[in-house]
């Protein structure tokens, strides 16, 4: 089982549609929780962390279930410019941040 | 600032050659890494290092090398290439463990 999973995708939706994607992962002791974006052919941007309160930066809200080990992202009001791939990302132990292989948006007129 | 600047952006490497990608970093971050990118894999963690002197082995380590003489710059080395070292190479640093990375643009390698 891969440390951390998320669905490929593509998820293709209208611009104003609102999505979400989520991600399980496998270590119970991670510590820290991010989402990444990352466009066609750049470097992923930290998008934000993911706190256990659960957390808004606002269209985008990320929860966090520990219980279950997972985390999703949510996007409302979604845009054009939100097409990119979301990558999930857990801090295991240290500093190690595995990464999962990302879940494509493609946000369409 | 200039964030994480990483050199060549570009590599064209014969097998069995050497070559050394640069990082640099002036955000006096403490944490650096190296991580690879290859279709279908998602990022893979090559070394990474929680300051200067101190690095340690990702995932995917072999046939690579690091150093970390300084806080600001995390070289990352190939020391014979192959066509699997073929990807795209990520460096990133971050202050603390809590925090997010931030990456550099990247290096493209290709090896023949």
């Known amino acids: 089982r891969k440390e951390v999973e998320q669905d490929p995708g593509p998820f293709n939706v209208p611009e104003g549609a609102t999505v979400a994607f989520n991600c399980t992962y496998s270590?119970?002791?991670?510590?820290?929780f991010f989402w990444y974006r990352q466009d066609c052919r750049k470097e992923p941007k930290l998008l934000m962390s993911v706190y256990s309160s659960g957390n808004e930066d606002g269209r985008f809200t990320a929860q966090l279930n520990r219980a279950s080990q997972y985390i999703s992202l949510l996007i409302r009001d979604s845009k054009l410019s939100d097409s990119a791939t979301y990558l999930c990302v857990v801090n295991i132990i240290g500093d190690k941040l595995i990464f999962g292989t990302g879940t494509r948006l493609q946000v369409f007129p | 600032n200039a964030g994480v600047t990483q050199t060549p952006k570009f590599q064209v490497l014969k097998t069995g050659q050497s070559m050394t990608l640069q990082c640099a970093q002036d955000?006096?971050?403490?944490?650096m890494s190296w991580y690879r990118q290859d279709p279908g894999m998602g990022l893979r963690l090559i070394h990474y290092s929680v300051g200067a002197g101190i690095t340690d082995q990702g995932e995917v380590p072999n046939g690579y090398n690091v150093s970390r003489s300084t806080t600001e710059d995390f070289p990352l080395r190939l020391l014979s290439a192959a066509p699997s070292q073929t990807s795209v190479y990520f460096c990133?640093?971050?202050?603390?463990?809590?925090?997010?990375?931030?990456f550099g643009s990247g290096t493209r390698l290709t090896v023949v």
């Open positions: 955000m006096n971050h403490e944490y």
């Open positions: 990133a640093s971050r202050q603390r463990l809590s925090y997010g990375y931030t």
């Open positions: 270590n119970s002791a991670s510590q820290s």
